[in-house]
């Protein structure tokens, strides 16, 4: 018999630490999906072993992500960098799929190797207390493109996403930088619906080192949790030195450059992030609001 896997409803019991169906999908030119291609399966990182991997993070460490963090944060919300420590480092994105996948130089094409509508990933539960879709409204994208490592050898970079509408999902993404993620991922939502929209990003079953070890290795310990044996979903509150060290971490600079890239500076507001586990696997959302909220 299969085990019987019950998502933890994101509307449920929440701690605090510290719309409608897709638009057409051939919106925008963008041509109508098609079936996933046949593969071979890809090794899964498992995230308990990356604790054995990595370094116990030092006050030092843990410094400088919430310096980052808060680096994220103030450049999000205010229109220019006078109120900043540093000038904002992330530009307004203006990428688009169809210069992905069909660009006028072949040196720059991104290979399109799933293309379907799905439904809500299993991770996050019931999707309508968010007000998220049912059924098959939600489109998967996986996209790779070869590139070289520093060491000089050649491999995948590769985008592994999902959107709906008010959502992003990002699967486990296999080598590919925040920037480059951020960046996809904004031209995949564009690609249906209106920016303007976007609500929530997931990071779905997190297997970035750096990300995971904070969270498991910092931030729950902190409040005397586990997070495999953590039945909650843990909110965590903007302008507080958790949520700034979660910004810190690769993945949350990433969402921040996602935000920097698709609006205005100072428009919006990574107003709280939500963290919980599935399978014992962390799961993450950051909620998208006006910068007023």
């Known amino acids: ?62 410094n400088i992500l919430r310096q980052k963090g808060k680096d994220y944060q103030t450049w999000i919300n205010y229109p220019d960098d006078t109120d900043c420590q540093r000038p904002c480092i992330v ?30 990933p299993e991770e996050i539960g019931d999707p309508r207390p968010l007000s998220l879709p049912v059924g098959l409204n939600y489109h998967k994208l996986y996209l790779r493109k ?36 951020s960046q996809i991922a904004q031209a995949h939502y564009e690609a249906f619906f209106d920016i303007e929209s976007l609500k929530y990003v997931f990071r779905m079953t997190v297997v970035n080192e750096e990300t995971y070890a904070f969270v498991v290795k910092v931030l729950y310990p902190r409040y005397g949790l586990e997070l495999a044996g953590d039945s909650q979903l843990r909110t965590w509150l ?28 100072g428009t919006r507001r990574i107003l709280q992030i939500h963290t919980w586990h599935y399978d014992r696997d962390l799961q993450m959302r950051f909620d998208i609001s006006d910068s007023l909220q």
């Not at 307004?92 to 379907?116: A, G």
């Open 238 to 265: 903007y302008d507080t030195d958790d949520y700034q060290e979660i910004m810190g971490t690769p993945l949350g600079k990433a969402v921040g450059a996602l935000v920097l890239g698709a609006f205005p500076r």
């Open 1 to 62: 018999m299969m085990p019987l896997h019950t998502g933890l409803g994101l509307d449920g019991t929440t701690s605090v630490l510290g719309e409608g169906r897709p638009e057409d999908p051939e919106k925008q030119g963008y041509k109508k999906p098609v079936s996933c291609q046949d593969q071979p399966p890809e090794a899964k990182t498992n995230p308990a072993d990356i604790l054995e991997l990595h370094p116990t993070m030092t006050e030092e460490m843990i």
């Open 91 to 120: 530009s307004p994105s203006t990428t688009k799929m169809e210069q992905l996948i069909q660009p006028s130089d072949e040196r720059y094409r991104w290979d399109e190797y799933c293309n379907e509508w799905i439904g809500a």
């Open 146 to 181: 070869l590139g070289v490592e520093k060491d000089g050898s050649v491999g995948w970079n590769k985008y592994h996403g999902r959107v709906a509408h008010t959502a992003i999902f990002a699967d486990n993404n296999v080598r590919l930088d925040g920037p480059q993620w």
